[in-house]
């Protein structure tokens, strides 16, 4: 895992290394252990190293044997031993055993099409100077981030945002529109992100860029082809791509550990890796003073049942708000939840240990129906087969039992399911919870309003529905529209890659396989979620793997304090400097009148429930975004290139003495 970064331009001007110094410098913490640079006369490359593989000979950016082509890398290709068999048959030979060079010779061997190739996390950069362009990554779920930018024919690119504002020659400000989409989905959506002007590349696909021109394709295509029946092997089927996903992820030339929320899926992915790993499997978790976010006492059994050495990062009053300022500089975007902050103290606590690989159960959800939106929308069908019936409304009640009464509101809880969308929208699954966040609106200011004028996020996102969409089984529509406006963009990015790459600490997901994807796109629905039991396979498989209590508990969703943590005795000073109204209205994102209700609601303790914690997290956090980012920046000082470990001039390489 690492740091990517670079610029590309249309005229033979050159890239400066001072600013490709700087562009790497402000990503540093992606790659604690090194870093390097090439130049040409159109294209530079920075990048900051996380060595997990080959940690003698994986230094970047790497060019195969004549220089003509060179790569920036950030992820992990897991089946790289396999490639590099493949390649040196075909006549490759390789300097490195990393998997980084792997690109660099598929790339001349395969063209794009290596990417059909590839097991694993990725963004890389590849620049071919046979044709002087510039082929950017991503791969098929969007667990590696990749943003780029464009000025006067120009391309930037970067790990984070953060690196293409380093470079000097672009300006941060904000989009409206991404922003606006942050306030439906929980993130912008890709392309978009909350700087105008600055896109992510999509999960799935590639951009090529060209005589000053970048052109982006789809390489990955998420389907749901659906089985009339679940195939008789189906759980030999699924224990060997379990074993093998996390096999694969075990690869590495340091240990691995493994995050242990107490949950069926982080309980099966470590309970694998305790079998294969060569050193005492290291598990880590979060622990919480309020008991309504505690699964202490799971994580404790799990550990014993799978022989781990266990290391706890208690939350209590006080943590979130201390180190929220720090969780939004590296999430690069305002958030609707507090749950990154527990994340960002997990993987220090993690970086402290020593451990800098980490496996984790994100995916498992998306792939196996486990959130409990995929019941709600079972039951919210089968209500609205007879609307009058008030006895199947009850099946509310079985939904999210770790809410409490004064969060479900009765009859009221009920109605809301049952008109927030008809049954022939596409975005039926959804519609509860993008009505939830769309009362953030409600606080918009003038400029937020006018910035958004006929901007609907909602039927945009209709619009590039796939062909397919319709013909699949709601529940299915449910997992393509999860994976793609939240695991990826939120989960995986604000909660995952940002968080534990802010201390140097990768993580791997065993079930973000796109094998294991694609066996379990194509199971009946029924396989998944049999009445309101989620998990229906995988939970009849892990008798194998994880203690029967595990198997047998009620999903509970991660979750963290989120708007008490920022008033009462504890809470820092800023709080109020940021919530006042003379900042409320200098930001102009939101209506000072309308926020200055709402925070005393919430000095008061009466805004328990999720709207209005979700409405002012996103205020309070945008408020710190803009000051971070827009108002007083941090300054950056360039890395030192004295002490690169590598430096590319065209074909030619120097390994600078220390």
């Given amino acids: 895992m690492c740091g990517i970064a670079g610029i590309a331009r249309r005229d033979p001007d050159g890239v400066e290394l001072d600013t490709l110094a700087r562009m790497a410098a402000a990503i540093r913490h992606r790659g604690p252990d090194g870093y390097g640079f090439y130049t040409s006369p159109r294209v530079g490359f920075g990048h900051v190293r996380l060595s997990i593989i080959d940690l003698a000979g994986g230094a970047q950016p790497l060019t195969n044997e004549d220089g003509q082509v060179v790569v920036t890398f950030n992820g992990e290709i897991y089946n790289y031993r396999e490639l590099m068999r493949e390649l040196e048959a075909l006549g490759h030979r390789f300097r490195t055993v990393s998997d980084t060079e792997v ?161 069926l899926d982080s309980s099966i992915t470590c309970g694998l890796a305790a079998t294969r790993s060569p050193y005492p499997l290291r598990t880590f978790s979060v622990t919480f003073a309020d008991p309504r976010f505690d699964e202490s006492r799971f994580q404790v059994e799990v550990a014993r049942a799978i022989g781990s050495t266990h290391a706890v990062q208690p939350i209590g009053v006080g943590e979130i708000a201390a180190a929220f300022p720090d969780v939004i500089w590296h999430a690069e975007t305002p958030l609707l939840r507090t749950a990154p902050v527990p994340m960002f103290l997990l993987a220090k606590l993690t970086r ?14 998306e792939l196996f129906l486990g959130y409990d939106l995929f019941k709600e929308v079972a039951v919210r069908r089968f209500c609205l087969r007879q609307p009058e019936s008030q006895r199947r409304e009850r099946l509310f009640d079985r939904l999210y039992p770790y809410l409490g009464e004064h969060q479900r509101l009765g009859d009221f809880w009920r109605r809301f399911f049952l008109t927030a969308s008809g049954p022939d929208d596409p975005l039926f699954s959804h519609a509860p919870r993008f009505q939830l966040t769309a009362h953030i609106k409600q606080f918009y200011g003038a400029a937020m309003r006018e910035g958004t004028a006929g901007h609907d996020a909602l039927a945009e996102l209709r619009a590039t529905l796939p062909a397919a969409f319709a013909t699949w089984a709601p529940e299915h ?41 694609e066996f379990a796109a194509r199971l009946p629905v029924r396989s998944k979620l049999r009445g309101l039991a989620e998990k229906h396979i995988l939970r009849r498989w892990a008798t194998r793997v994880v203690p029967p209590t595990v198997i047998a508990r009620h999903k509970q969703p991660y979750r963290a304090p989120d708007a008490a943590s920022f008033f009462g005795r504890t809470a820092p000073a800023w709080v109020d400097d940021l919530l006042a109204p003379a900042a409320i209205e200098q930001a102009g994102y939101f209506a000072p009148t309308a926020v200055s209700g709402l925070v005393r609601r919430c000095r008061a303790g009466q805004t328990a429930g ?3 914690n979700q409405t002012l997290l996103a205020i309070l956090s945008t408020q710190m975004w803009h000051q971070a980012f827009l108002e007083a920046r941090r300054p950056v000082t360039p890395l030192a290139l004295d002490t690169a470990d590598v430096l590319l001039e065209g074909a030619a390489a120097t390994v600078p003495s220390v």
């Avoid at 620049?127 to 791969?139: I, K, P, W």
């Avoid at 402290?352 to 959800?365: K, P, Y």
């Avoid at 909660?495 to 534990?500: E, F, N, Y």
């Avoid at 993580?507 to 396989?513: C, I, K, N, Q, S």
């Fill in 610 to 612: 999720v709207r209005e």
């Fill in 103 to 263: 690109l660099v010779h598929g790339w001349e061997q395969w063209g794009p099409a290596l990417l059909d190739r590839l097991i694993g996390q990725f963004a890389f950069a590849i620049h071919d100077r046979r044709n002087e362009s510039v082929f950017l990554a991503r791969d098929r779920f969007g667990v590696r981030p990749l943003f780029y930018a464009q000025r006067d024919q120009s391309l930037y690119f970067g790990s984070e945002i953060k690196a293409l504002f380093a470079s000097g020659e672009l300006e941060p400000a904000p989009d409206p529109l991404g922003l606006d989409e942050v306030f439906t989905f929980w993130a912008a959506r890709p392309p978009r992100t909350p700087f105008a002007g600055v896109s992510q590349l999509e999960p799935g696909c590639w951009g090529l860029w060209q005589d000053g021109t970048l052109e982006v394709r789809r390489w990955y295509h998420l389907s749901y082809p659906e089985r009339q029946a679940e195939p008789r092997d189906a759980l030999e089927q699924l224990d060997a791509l379990m074993k093998s996903s996390v096999d694969l992820r075990m690869r590495a030339d340091v240990p691995v550990g493994g995050y242990l929320s107490g949950g």
């Fill in 477 to 517: 529509q449910a997992a393509y529209l999860e994976m793609t406006t939240l695991l990826s963009p939120y989960l995986l990015s604000s909660q995952g890659d940002r968080m534990g790459m802010a201390f140097g600490v990768e993580g791997r997901f065993p079930f973000l396989d796109h094998r294991l994807y």
């Fill in 352 to 365: 402290e240990r020593g451990i800098t690989v980490v496996l984790t159960g994100e995916g498992s959800d």
